[in-house]
T-cell receptor, first 118, second 110 residues
Framework: GAVVSQHPSRVICKSGTSVKIECRSLDFQATTMFWYRQFPKQSLMLMATSNEGSKATYEQGVEKDKFLINHASLTLSTLTVTSAHPEDSSFYIC??????????????FGPGTRLTVL | GENVEQHPSTLSVQEGDSAVIKCTYSDSASNYFPWYKQELGKGPQLIIDIRSNVGEKKDQRIAVTLNKTAKHFSLHITETQPEDSAVYFCARGSNYKLTFGKGTLLTVNP
């Protein structure tokens, strides 16, 4: 149990276009979903926290108008990178908490989405 | 949130030996300490976690110890195998948010 999926696994786009990434909890209803960003050989940096039906809470330094988060249901959150530029190229990973198999704090991660902006 | 210091950044061991990775934190509000294993190109996988009211937890070859007074916690892997090779991240949790260490690249040599 506690499986989180992401789609797509990798995407290449042109500079100036927008890209949507989906995060789904497959076998549990997620109380909260989180979006992280990871540059090569670096750690995970939290971008935003998302609760179903409410606005996402963004970490300091993360542009909310550039990284749009929609959390329409207890099993789906989407991250849209608007007007993407090469510096937005990164590995984007979502996580979800709320699975009964773990504690209230336990976050289960998706497999990640590799975004490359040309 | 405040940082988590993780050491060492790289660790190479022989198959069958033990591996220990240590993390320290400064935020006294931290009450949850998970460890994740990340293989190249994949998402992090939870391998073990501990809450602040427990000093030690073990799951087969993996154990975590927590010293809340000193604000440090450690991951212990015994009888290492080549498939244990990966990047390991510690994290501290507070109010359901995680702050990660910088990771340790573990290489287990056959």
């Amino acid at each position: 149990g506690a499986v989180v999926s992401q789609h797509p696994s990798r995407v290449i786009c042109k500079s100036g276009t927008s890209v949507k990434i989906e995060c789904r909890s497959l076998d549990f209803q997620a109380t909260t979903m989180f979006w992280y960003r990871q540059f090569p050989k670096q750690s995970l940096m939290l971008m935003a926290t998302s609760n179903e039906g409410s606005k996402a809470t963004y970490e300091q330094g993360v542009e909310k108008d550039k990284f749009l988060i929609n959390h329409a249901s207890l099993t789906l959150s989407t991250l849209t990178v608007t007007s993407a530029h090469p510096e937005d190229s990164s590995f984007y990973i979502c996580s979800a908490r709320g699975a009964t198999s773990g504690s209230a704090d336990t976050q289960y991660f998706g497999p990640g989405t590799r975004l490359t902006v040309l | 949130g405040e940082n988590v210091e993780q050491h060492p950044s790289t660790l190479s061991v022989q198959e069958g030996d033990s591996a220990v990775i240590k993390c320290t934190y400064s935020d006294s509000a931290s009450n949850y300490f998970p460890w994740y294993k990340q293989e190249l190109g994949k998402g992090p996988q939870l391998i073990i976690d501990i809450r602040s009211n427990v000093g030690e937890k073990k799951d087969q070859r993996i154990a975590v110890t927590l010293n809340k007074t000193a604000k440090h916690f450690s991951l212990h892997i015994t009888e290492t195998q080549p498939e244990d090779s990966a990047v390991y991240f510690c994290a501290r949790g507070s109010n359901y948010k995680l702050t990660f260490g910088k990771g340790t690249l573990l290489t287990v040599n056959p």
